[in-house]
């Protein structure tokens, strides 16, 4: 399968930040969305694609933007649209300053070029992704998400009491950090399981429901049941959810403990509101009781809570001043921002706090990031397209489904809503491997179960659904 392969590659391959390994993430991101567009073309023809014609041009929109920036334009037109471009182009290209030539908006268009091509090529795939999971479902593929994220939470569980720098036992990270698994940085690999980990819940969730509704209550039937495809897909998940868990707190991540904690609130607080009967309730809220107990208890209270008293709250761990930095940044560039994949290029000038201690290639908050690499140029169509996105989404919960889909859509929200949240505090989609997994869960998010089934949808409202 390609997506799974996107995926795969994407992620043991050191999360793709290097260009031996975002290159062919590129391509085969491109190769799984195509694959999955031209799969869905008879659904196309009879109107029933997962993507709206809404979010289909917001994202043609959203890389146009992108590519207006590449544009070269003279230092008068700079001058009109960026005036401390120029200032800051003079500083950073002596070929400008010297002859004062066309230039792109953005500063380093070499560097905005990589990032057009990737944003390209995971808005290909997250459209494949969409039609492939309403044609053919999407259990499988989370399945198979589920199965890598088993083998990168041992990768991380194996490496972590090693304490050794070097990833795999033999790659030593080009710029240092403090490896967790293939990520040199724990909050990225805490951000791949925030994203997978609810999906798991979801999936978990959908195959109870789904033998629930079907399977006698005799224990004998019950026990034919556990040799079920369905049981093993449950098993599958119930092992995932832990071990994936026991890796995320494992790192000792701030942002991706908590980013969990709300993930586990929020499938809670569904799958209690869900339940019919006190007894089906206090079950359902055990359980998640259960799993987080379980989850601290095994890496150690004391250290987990120990880690979040040495943040210094005082200055968000010394996150303000770059959110600081960054919002003077888009100030200064408010209209084109200085380029897509540039900001580690601006701080070289705008860095403005501990410049004798260390060099921030990161605003530590991707919001800001994208408002000083961009401008209104990209906030605008941006915005619109996280909010067709939220609309689209909301629709296809509202729509007729399953309990099954019901929960697997919960699950891909929960992930989405939890590795947004902490993008806050960090800049873990800018890892190519991530970002690809990111577009995947989104399109399980928007597709459509109608085409799963090839008729009319039965309707299942939401007593049925909190029946199971």
Same mark, same amino acid.
């Given at each position: 399968?390609?997506?799974?392969?996107?995926?795969?590659?994407?992620?043991?391959?050191?999360?793709?930040?290097?260009?031996?390994?975002?290159?062919?993430?590129?391509?085969?991101?491109?190769?799984?969305?195509?694959?999955?567009?031209?799969?869905?073309?008879?659904?196309?023809?009879?109107?029933?694609?997962?993507?709206?014609?809404?979010?289909?041009?917001?994202?043609?929109?959203?890389?146009?933007?992108?590519?207006?920036?590449?544009?070269?334009?003279?230092?008068?037109?700079?001058?009109?649209?960026?005036?401390?471009?120029?200032?800051?182009?003079?500083?950073?290209?002596?070929?400008?300053?010297?002859?004062?030539?066309?230039?792109?908006?953005?500063?380093?268009?070499?560097?905005?070029?990589?990032?057009?091509?990737?944003?390209?090529?995971?808005? =290909?795939? /997250?459209?494949?992704? !969409?039609?492939? &999971?309403?044609?053919?479902?999407?259990? #499988?593929?989370?399945?198979? %998400? +589920?199965?890598?994220?088993?083998?990168?939470?041992?990768?991380?569980?194996?490496?972590?009491?090693?304490?050794?720098?070097?990833?795999?036992?033999?790659?030593?990270?080009?710029?240092?950090?403090?490896?967790?698994?293939?990520?040199?940085?724990?909050?990225?690999?805490?951000?791949?399981?925030?994203?997978?980990?609810?999906?798991?819940?979801?999936?978990?969730?959908?195959?109870?429901?789904?033998?629930?509704?079907?399977?006698?209550?005799?224990?004998?039937?019950?026990?034919?049941?556990?040799?079920?495809?369905?049981?093993?897909?449950?098993?599958?998940?119930?092992?995932?959810?832990?071990?994936?868990?026991?890796?995320?707190?494992?790192?000792?991540?701030?942002?991706?403990?908590?980013?969990?904690? =709300?993930? /586990?609130?929020?499938? !809670?607080?569904? &799958?209690?509101?869900?339940?019919?009967? #006190?007894?089906?309730?206090? %079950? +359902?809220?055990?359980?998640?009781?259960?799993?987080?107990?379980?989850?601290?208890?095994?890496?150690?209270?004391?250290?987990?809570?120990?880690?979040?008293?040495?943040?210094?709250?005082?200055?968000?761990?010394?996150?303000?001043?770059?959110?600081?930095?960054?919002?003077?940044?888009?100030?200064?560039?408010?209209?084109?921002?200085?380029?897509?994949?540039?900001?580690?290029?601006?701080?070289?000038?705008?860095?403005?706090?501990?410049?004798?201690?260390?060099?921030?290639?990161?605003?530590?908050?991707?919001?800001?990031?994208?408002?000083?690499?961009?401008?209104?140029?990209?906030?605008?169509?941006?915005?619109?397209?996280?909010?067709?996105?939220?609309?689209?989404?909301?629709?296809?919960?509202?729509?007729?489904?399953?309990?099954?889909?019901?929960?697997?859509?919960?699950?891909?929200?929960?992930?989405?809503?939890?590795?947004? %949240?902490?993008?806050?505090?960090?800049?873990?989609?800018?890892?190519?491997?991530?970002?690809?997994?990111?577009?995947?869960?989104?399109?399980?998010?928007?597709?459509?179960?109608?085409?799963?089934?090839?008729?009319?949808?039965?309707?299942?409202?939401?007593?049925?659904?909190?029946?199971?």
């Amino acid at each position: 399968m390609l997506t799974a392969t996107t995926i795969a590659w994407g992620t043991f391959a050191f999360g793709a930040v290097y260009p031996w390994a975002f290159w062919p993430l590129a391509v085969l991101a491109l190769a799984a969305g195509l694959a999955g567009v031209v799969a869905a073309f008879p659904g196309r023809r009879e109107g029933m694609t997962p993507i709206s014609k809404g979010l289909a041009w917001s994202m043609v929109a959203l890389v146009s933007a992108t590519l207006v920036q590449l544009i070269p334009v003279s230092p008068k037109i700079l001058r009109a649209f960026n005036p401390h471009g120029v200032e800051l182009l003079r500083q950073w290209d002596l070929a400008f300053a010297r002859d004062s030539g066309s230039h792109a908006l953005s500063m380093a268009p070499s560097a905005t070029w990589v990032a057009v091509v990737l944003l390209a090529s995971f808005s =290909v795939l /997250l459209v494949g992704t !969409a039609n492939l &999971a309403s044609m053919t479902g999407p259990r #499988r593929l989370i399945g198979t %998400l +589920t199965f890598i994220g088993i083998v990168l939470a041992l990768v991380g569980i194996i490496q972590k009491p090693l304490s050794t720098l070097r990833i795999y036992g033999f790659w030593t990270p080009q710029e240092g950090g403090n490896p967790f698994g293939p990520f040199v940085n724990p909050n990225h690999f805490a951000a791949w399981m925030l994203m997978v980990l609810p999906l798991a819940l979801g999936y978990a969730f959908g195959v109870v429901a789904r033998a629930g509704r079907g399977a006698p209550g005799a224990w004998r039937d019950r026990a034919v049941w556990l040799a079920t495809r369905d049981a093993n897909r449950l098993i599958l998940a119930a092992m995932g959810i832990v071990i994936m868990g026991l890796a995320l707190v494992l790192t000792l991540s701030r942002s991706g403990i908590s980013a969990l904690a =709300v993930a /586990l609130l929020v499938m !809670a607080w569904t &799958a209690v509101r869900n339940q019919q009967g #006190r007894a089906r309730k206090l %079950l +359902t809220a055990g359980y998640f009781v259960l799993l987080a107990t379980m989850l601290v208890g095994w890496v150690g209270a004391d250290l987990v809570l120990n880690r979040f008293r040495q943040a210094d709250w005082g200055s968000l761990n010394g996150r303000g001043h770059l959110w600081v930095d960054a919002c003077d940044t888009f100030l200064r560039h408010w209209l084109t921002g200085t380029g897509l994949n540039t900001y580690q290029f601006a701080q070289i000038f705008y860095q403005t706090h501990n410049i004798a201690v260390s060099y921030e290639s990161s605003a530590h908050n991707d919001y800001l990031q994208i408002a000083a690499e961009g401008g209104l140029l990209l906030i605008i169509p941006a915005t619109i397209c996280i909010a067709i996105v939220v609309r689209d989404i909301y629709q296809r919960l509202q729509e007729d489904e399953s309990p099954s889909d019901y929960w697997v859509r919960t699950g891909a929200v929960t992930a989405l809503v939890a590795v947004m %949240l902490q993008e806050t505090v960090e800049f873990s989609l800018q890892i190519p491997g991530n970002a690809a997994l990111f577009a995947v869960v989104c399109g399980i998010a928007l597709h459509r179960p109608q085409l799963t089934r090839g008729s009319p949808p039965h309707r299942v409202g939401n007593s049925s659904v909190a029946g199971h």
